[in-house]
């Protein structure tokens, strides 16, 4: 009997265990890009190795162009209005002929630097926090369906918590039910001694 209720405690906290590490990687991956206004990215090859590896999942925010420094590691358009996007680190911060701002950039992994400046425009954001192994998720799904995978999953976490919340007040009120008649027979087992004591 005992070995049962170990197994069933260790599997509940296991499944508690697993619901806060999807309800946290669906948080990271989706809900705090959106109500901070930043956008998630995968990483795909091994340009910006050992720190984001391939299959990493990127979170960057906008930045104002004039707040862009050198070692900042921004996700921008490989070419302006197309949804390509590469993420690397900012190496160098100047101005081309006409005065207008250009940013260099680099992989971490590579030995020179992109053979294209970045124009502001192109700038997606710059990186908040990344995630790593999440990304690879996010590749098998759409935006469309990540957006309803992340909707699906949240019903399913809070549908399983509230589930098992509800069965952990039950079993407390069990427990509870079976343990008031024990202590209430002790307490008229304890109000009989001092009764006996007089009469005698």
Do not use: F, I, K
Request: proline fraction near 6%; hydrophobic fraction near 45%; aromatic fraction near 4%.
């Amino acid at each position: 009997m005992r070995v049962v209720t170990w197994v069933r405690r260790v599997a509940r906290v296991a499944a508690w265990a697993a619901t806060l590490l999807a309800l946290a990687a669906l948080t990271v991956g989706l809900v705090v890009p959106r109500l901070a206004g930043g956008s998630a990215y995968t990483v795909l090859t091994g340009s910006m190795r050992p720190g984001l590896p391939p299959g990493t999942l990127v979170v960057v925010r906008p930045v104002e162009t004039g707040e862009l420094r050198t070692g900042d590691v921004v996700t921008y358009q490989l070419r302006s209005d197309e949804p390509a996007v590469v993420t690397h680190r900012v190496v160098a911060v100047g101005v081309d002929g006409a005065g207008e701002l250009r940013l260099t950039t680099r992989g971490d992994a590579n030995d020179v630097a992109d053979p294209v400046a970045v124009r502001p425009e192109q700038v997606r954001g710059r990186l908040w926090y990344a995630v790593p192994h999440l990304g690879h998720v996010g590749r098998l799904l759409s935006g469309e369906q990540r957006r309803l995978a992340g909707l699906v999953l949240a019903g399913l976490l809070l549908s399983y918590a509230a589930s098992a919340y509800a069965r952990a007040v039950r079993e407390h009120r069990a427990a509870s039910s079976r343990r008031t008649p024990v202590a209430a027979g002790r307490h008229r087992a304890a109000d009989a001694h001092p009764r006996e004591r007089a009469n005698a």
